[in-house]
């Protein structure tokens, strides 16, 4: 074992900062990364399918992100206040976001969405939140709820996910299924007065949203006076230039992001209606504390990240970049689709854009019960196999990410390792264990 990894191990639990939690004797340390591949301190090459989870859509090591932050670090690395840097990609973002008419930095997506939420709460004056089982929002207590429950309760009931969250703020947090605008306008309907927001990822995960499902979120939120909140923490600027606003062309009150915004920099924005983010305006806290709503972040908009952000958003503003993301995931999810026929295995290929994950089922996936595996141990067995074939990604299988780095050469190579990968997981895995779906619809 390579010294760094057995420090690594001792370091950090499961010897990494989270999810990526390998068997001890797969665990390894990254040396570097260009374009899409990384190298380890063993010298070992990988193909990169998790890019930063999506932070670095540039690509690793970009030189325009590299030039950028380089000249930006020898101007300051941190104010904690507003520099040219950070106004001018928040004049950027408010110029192409329907959505955000202000906005405000932050560090991470998780507390961009941790604001938004706070916000709606404020605004409305109302304590629940309405969001989407299976769907992530960041590591706060609402982000993470009904994230992965393997036998899920009647809606809207939610389950934690997760030890040491509040167990009384369970109780103001609503659990709906994604793509099913009938039971979700009723539970609206039926909490239309405690109901402050609605916050959905508009592409959960890998499944996209069904025609009509985002304007019918839109509709029932004005209804009632609640605030549809979009996290485009991973949909922004990946999907489309103005994300998921404009690829699907519904606009919310409040929308987070995070993510590729940043170029592989951490950075966190969120932003909405100006009568909405009045709320976190300070002198409130004297001349109107009950409207005002507590928000700071000490290396929110700071002028490394903001620079990194600003050269980003100009690579993507690019002459056919969008046109490249789609079509690159197309090929990708075509090929990864016919890996599993030429295997007889039962699966389907979801995502949009440069977005890519594996269900084994063949029901029609449409949220998160829906496309939840029939047989995990495969899906589990198959992510290690690829790793150990030389492709880098999260071993819990949630998405593959693509970025501008990566080539349709990447995606048959990426390809070519899945079949190797999943033939070896068939033979060590039983097609009994299946894993059952549960839960209905309850009041």
Request: hydrophobic content about 40%.
């Given at each position: 074992?390579?010294?760094?990894?057995?420090?690594?191990?001792?370091?950090?639990?499961?010897?990494?900062?989270?999810?990526?939690?390998?068997?001890?004797?797969?665990?390894?340390?990254?040396?570097r990364g260009e374009g899409c591949r990384l190298w380890t301190v063993e010298g070992r090459e990988l193909l990169d399918f998790s890019m930063g989870w999506g932070s670095t859509l540039p690509g690793h090591a970009r030189p325009e992100i590299v030039?950028?932050?380089?000249?930006?670090?020898?101007?300051?690395?941190?104010?904690?206040?507003?520099?040219?840097?950070?106004?001018?990609?928040?004049?950027?973002?408010?110029?192409?976001?329907?959505?955000?008419?202000?906005?405000?930095?932050?560090?991470?997506?998780?507390?961009?969405?941790?604001?938004?939420?706070?916000?709606?709460?404020?605004?409305?004056?109302?304590?629940?939140?309405?969001?989407?089982?299976?769907?992530?929002?960041?590591?706060?207590?609402?982000?993470?709820?009904?994230?992965?429950?393997?036998?899920?309760?009647?809606?809207?009931?939610?389950?934690?996910?997760?030890?040491?969250?509040?167990?009384?703020?369970?109780?103001?947090?609503?659990?709906?299924?994604?793509?099913?605008?009938?039971?979700?306008?009723?539970?609206?309907?039926?909490?239309?007065?405690?109901?402050?927001?609605?916050?959905?990822?508009?592409?959960?995960?890998?499944?996209?949203?069904?025609p009509g499902f985002l304007e019918s979120l839109r509709t029932a939120c004005t209804d009632v006076g609640a605030l549809l909140i979009f996290d485009e923490v991973v949909t922004g600027f990946r999907l489309a230039y103005g994300g998921a606003q404009?690829?699907?062309?519904?606009?919310?009150?409040?929308?987070?992001?995070?993510?590729?915004?940043?170029?592989?920099?951490?950075?966190?924005?969120?932003?909405?209606?100006?009568?909405?983010?009045?709320?976190?305006?300070?002198?409130?806290?004297?001349?109107?504390?009950?409207?005002?709503?507590?928000?700071?972040?000490?290396?929110?908009?700071?002028?490394?990240?903001?620079?990194?952000?600003?050269?980003?958003?100009?690579?993507?503003?690019?002459?056919?970049?969008?046109?490249?993301?789609?079509?690159?995931?197309?090929?990708?999810?075509?090929?990864?689709?016919?890996?599993?026929?030429?295997?007889?295995?039962?699966?389907?290929?979801?995502?949009?854009?440069?977005?890519?994950?594996?269900?084994?089922?063949?029901?029609?996936?449409?949220?998160?019960?829906?496309?939840?595996?029939?047989?995990?141990?495969?899906?589990?067995?198959?992510?290690?196999?690829?790793?150990?074939?030389?492709?880098?990604?999260?071993?819990?299988?949630?998405?593959?990410?693509?970025?501008?780095?990566?080539?349709?050469?990447?995606?048959?190579?990426?390809?070519?390792?899945?079949?190797?990968?999943?033939?070896?997981?068939?033979?060590?895995?039983?097609?009994?264990?299946?894993?059952?779906?549960?839960?209905?619809?309850?009041?």
């Amino acid at each position: 074992m390579h010294p760094a990894i057995a420090r690594s191990l001792a370091a950090f639990p499961a010897g990494c900062n989270g999810e990526f939690d390998l068997p001890a004797d797969m665990a390894t340390v990254i040396a570097r990364g260009e374009g899409c591949r990384l190298w380890t301190v063993e010298g070992r090459e990988l193909l990169d399918f998790s890019m930063g989870w999506g932070s670095t859509l540039p690509g690793h090591a970009r030189p325009e992100i590299v030039a950028a932050v380089s000249e930006a670090v020898t101007r300051g690395a941190n104010f904690s206040y507003v520099t040219e840097a950070s106004l001018a990609v928040a004049e950027e973002i408010i110029r192409v976001s329907p959505a955000c008419e202000q906005l405000r930095f932050c560090a991470s997506g998780t507390e961009s969405t941790m604001y938004c939420l706070r916000l709606a709460r404020a605004f409305t004056g109302r304590p629940k939140i309405l969001k989407f089982e299976g769907a992530y929002h960041g590591a706060h207590d609402t982000g993470v709820a009904s994230l992965f429950p393997t036998a899920p309760p009647d809606y809207p009931h939610s389950t934690p996910s997760s030890a040491g969250v509040d167990a009384h703020g369970q109780n103001n947090i609503l659990i709906a299924p994604f793509n099913d605008a009938a039971t979700v306008a009723e539970l609206i309907r039926q909490h239309q007065h405690e109901l402050a927001g609605v916050i959905v990822e508009p592409l959960q995960r890998c499944l996209p949203p069904s025609p009509g499902f985002l304007e019918s979120l839109r509709t029932a939120c004005t209804d009632v006076g609640a605030l549809l909140i979009f996290d485009e923490v991973v949909t922004g600027f990946r999907l489309a230039y103005g994300g998921a606003q404009e690829l699907y062309g519904v606009v919310p009150d409040l929308v987070a992001y995070g993510k590729a915004l940043g170029g592989g920099l951490p950075i966190g924005v969120y932003g909405g209606r100006r009568d909405v983010m009045q709320w976190v305006v300070e002198k409130r806290m004297t001349t109107a504390p009950e409207a005002y709503v507590w928000t700071a972040s000490t290396l929110g908009g700071n002028p490394i990240s903001t620079a990194a952000a600003s050269a980003a958003l100009a690579i993507y503003r690019g002459e056919g970049v969008y046109e490249q993301l789609h079509e690159l995931g197309e090929y990708l999810r075509a090929g990864v689709g016919q890996v599993l026929r030429d295997l007889g295995v039962e699966g389907q290929v979801l995502g949009d854009g440069p977005l890519a994950s594996v269900a084994f089922t063949l029901r029609q996936a449409t949220d998160y019960r829906s496309s939840r595996h029939d047989r995990p141990d495969l899906a589990r067995q198959l992510m290690l196999n690829l790793f150990t074939r030389g492709v880098f990604l999260n071993p819990m299988g949630t998405k593959l990410y693509l970025s501008l780095a990566h080539t349709a050469a990447d995606c048959d190579e990426f390809c070519n390792r899945m079949t190797d990968a999943l033939a070896a997981a068939l033979e060590t895995s039983s097609p009994d264990r299946r894993e059952p779906v549960a839960g209905t619809v309850g009041s």
